[in-house]
Every structure is written in C-alpha cells, then in structure tokens.
C-alpha cells in the first residue's frame, strides 16, 4: 500500500498509479484541463485500484450530463467489484460517489462529510462536499467542511480559496477577500482563489477594480478547464456590463465564453445563456445568439441533472422560439420530479418547475404569468443551487416583469402571449 500527496493510504502497488493519482488531484483542486487524462492514467496503470475507478467515476459525474453520466456507470461497477480490498477512505469516496449516481445527495454529502471528519488532509472529499452544498443552496455547509479541516492544511492554498468561496456566499465578505488574497500570494494562479475574489466585488459594486483585477489573472486561466475559463470571463463580462461597457461584455462573449466554450458542456452553456439574459434585461438586442445557442440544448430536455441548469434551459429555448421544445421540456420536468429520491422532490416540485414557468413566461413576455409564478417562491430560490451572483438573475426577471406588467397595466395594453403547457 502506497501513499498519495496528502500522506493518505491508497491500496495500490503501482507507482504510475499513485503519480497519475496525485497528477488528478492537483487538477481538479485548481480546475486544470487534463483531470480526466490524469485520471485515466490512474485506471490504466491499476485497473483494480478502487480509488483510480472511483474518482474517475466522479469525474464524469461532474460534467452533469447524460453521456457522461453513462460513461461513469461501468468504473463505479469496477470499483465495486474489488471494494472488498479497499480501505476505509476508499470505500467512503465508493459510496459516496455511488449514492451521487443515485440522485441521494444527502447520503453523498453524509459520506463527504465522513471522510473529511476522518481524513481532514482529503481536499477532495472537502472540494466534492462544497460542490454537493453549492447546488443544495447550503452555504453554511460550504463554509464549514471546508473551515472544519483549515488547521490541517495550515498553508494550503485550494483550501484557503475554497473556504473564502463560502465565506462570501454566507456575506462574510471582508474575510473572504483576506483569505483568498492570502492563497494568492502563496499561488497566484489559483483561479478558484481568484474567482472568490471576483465575488466579493461584484457583491461589493467594485466593477472597474473587478475588471482590472480579473483581467490581470487572464493568462493563468488558459491551463483551465473550460468551465472555469469560460466563468471566469463571465465575471469580467459581468464588470463591463455594470460599468456600462455593452459592447466589450458582447466581445467576451463571442471571444472567450461562447466562443471558447465546449458547445455540449452544461456549465458552459449556462454561462452562456445567462450572459444573454443579462444583455436583453439591459435593452441590448443579442441578435441570432439564442438560435446559435439553443441548437445545442436539444439533449438536455430529459437530462434533469440540477434544477439550476434546468431553468436556464428552458429560458434560452423560448427565447430562441422553440416553444415545442419548451414544452416537452417542462412535462419532462414534472414526471422527473415525481420519481427522483425524496430528499431532491420538494426542490424540484415547489421550487424549480414553477420558476421555469415563469421564467419561460417572461422569456416570451407573458408578464402577468411571470408574476403569479415566481412570487411565492422567488424567496426560496436559494433550494436550486448556484451563486449568490447566478442566482440574482431570476430575482431580476422577477422584477422585470412587475415593472413591465405595472407599466401595461397602466396603458391598458395588457397582451395574453401564446400559451405554454404547466
């Protein structure tokens, strides 16, 4: 039995094994492009290895996609195959990364939990945690997995950037800021460090220090994975449009979010599609962006892989006209809700399916509809996961529509659009 990096066990006589290993550690706590090499690597020089499976099994779940969903079933089946020879980490990522295939996240965070409580040096056990409390919308379960193991990893830079994440998701800005800015100095291209960073201005209304400070950390992003390097030029667009700049936040979008984008990436697409929400909600005419873009979405009408991408979906749909789609979309929507585990059901049942309705109500303009969707549930918005930042957008339709219907109203020139499907 070897040890990995962080001086934990892992039941491997492979040394090849244990490099490739630690290689898909550092990738995946600073958002690298060759995770899923590494990892693979790993699986190659020992295909027994339950962590190497494991992890790679994990892996592709992160992608939140059908395809790669399929592509993780056959390494947790290895992995279960020779758990019997696993140590007690191992078996604890196993079922943790098992009962995330099964849609029951609060075993997966239960399990999360474990092992960093027993193996406080296991960073990503820590980073999978945050990612299961980030879509739950529990910010105080960001902040503390990650703070409960800082003693540990006195010095560590990925912990440090992912505890100022959560730190400013739960408002505690000053802190955050301090922090992250500390891992940087440690590492300066640390993106997720960085893009802590980036949150506390926005929240903050610093936009022309945002732009500057975020543009001065362009050239480390280009070893990211698309995810990051695509949201990270988000946040700067993001900058622009505040200050006022539509026209560089529209350069962003075609140069380095859409246009750099993996087109069947999830988390790129929704990057994507929110920007050009942000852009219509300024009065700024986006041209054929949606239609581009909605080409893409044709997979994802019975995927259901978070409640957040879900709703941001079926906005560019309908904003691309493809009412059809909508429409099959949200019937999907609701015989999902009806089947999935009990602990994701109330999310998907009160809180998700009526704000795609009123979001697709707004997409089409139908802003009474909007209204009577979203007010009862814009103060839970927080159960669909995503950022602060991210999630502020639905809060801005919300309030789109009230202004626009007070304003038709008003004119006695209310118009009933065509009708979508509940």
Excluded at 37 to 66: G, R, W
Excluded at 133 to 142: M, N
Excluded at 186 to 204: F, G, K, L
Excluded at 243 to 264: C, F, M, N, P
Aim: overall charge neutral.
């Amino acid at each position: 039995m070897l040890k990995d990096a962080q001086g934990l066990a892992v039941n491997t006589v492979s040394e090849v094994a244990i490099t490739a290993i630690n290689s898909y550690t550092e990738q995946c706590l600073g958002y690298g492009n060759r995770a899923e090499f590494s990892i693979l690597a790993a699986v190659a020089a020992d295909p027994k290895s339950v962590l190497a499976n494991t992890f790679t099994a994990a892996y592709y779940l992160t992608q939140e996609n059908k395809t790669d969903f399929q592509q993780a079933i056959p390494y947790l089946q290895q992995a279960k195959a020779y758990l019997a020879q696993a140590n007690e980490r191992e078996k604890l990522h196993f079922w943790a990364t098992e009962a995330w295939a099964n849609k029951k996240i609060d075993r997966a965070i239960a399990y999360c939990e474990e092992i960093v409580a027993r193996y406080p040096q296991d960073l990503l056990a820590v980073q999978q945690g945050q990612y299961h409390y980030f879509y739950q919308g529990d910010r105080s379960g960001l902040t503390s997995i990650a703070g409960a193991v800082l003693n540990a990893n006195v010095g560590n830079h990925y912990l440090m950037g992912m505890l100022a994440f959560g730190l400013e998701q739960s408002h505690k800005l000053a802190e955050a800021e301090r922090l992250a800015r500390f891992a940087l100095e440690i590492n300066r291209a640390d993106p997720w460090a960085q893009h802590a960073v980036a949150h506390v201005m926005e929240t903050q209304g610093r936009y022309r220090e945002g732009i500057t400070w975020m543009q001065s950390f362009a050239d480390t992003w280009e070893n990211c994975n698309s995810m990051l390097y695509t949201h990270n030029w988000w946040h700067v667009a993001l900058f622009y449009l505040a200050d006022g700049e539509i026209s560089k936040a529209l350069t962003i979008y075609d140069t380095h979010i859409w246009g750099k984008a993996q087109k069947s990436s999830p988390k790129d697409q929704v990057g994507a599609i929110s920007l050009l929400m942000r852009l219509e909600l300024l009065g700024i005419d986006v041209g054929n962006r949606w239609q581009q873009l909605s080409f893409h979405l044709h997979d994802r009408l019975h995927e259901h892989a978070l409640p957040f991408q879900d709703l941001h979906y079926v906005y560019a749909l309908a904003r691309a006209g493809q009412l059809h789609l909508v429409t099959e979309m949200l019937v999907s929507m609701n015989n999902y809700a009806q089947n999935i585990p009990v602990c994701s059901q109330k999310t998907w049942q009160d809180v998700a399916i009526p704000i795609a309705r009123g979001a697709i109500a707004h997409a089409i303009y139908d802003w009474r509809k909007a209204v009577k969707e979203l007010k009862p549930v814009i103060h839970r918005l927080h159960e669909v996961g995503g950022s602060n930042t991210q999630r502020k957008l639905f809060e801005q339709i919300y309030q789109d529509a009230n202004q626009e219907l007070a304003t038709q109203i008003a004119r006695r020139t209310y118009v009933y659009p065509q009708a979508i499907a509940s």
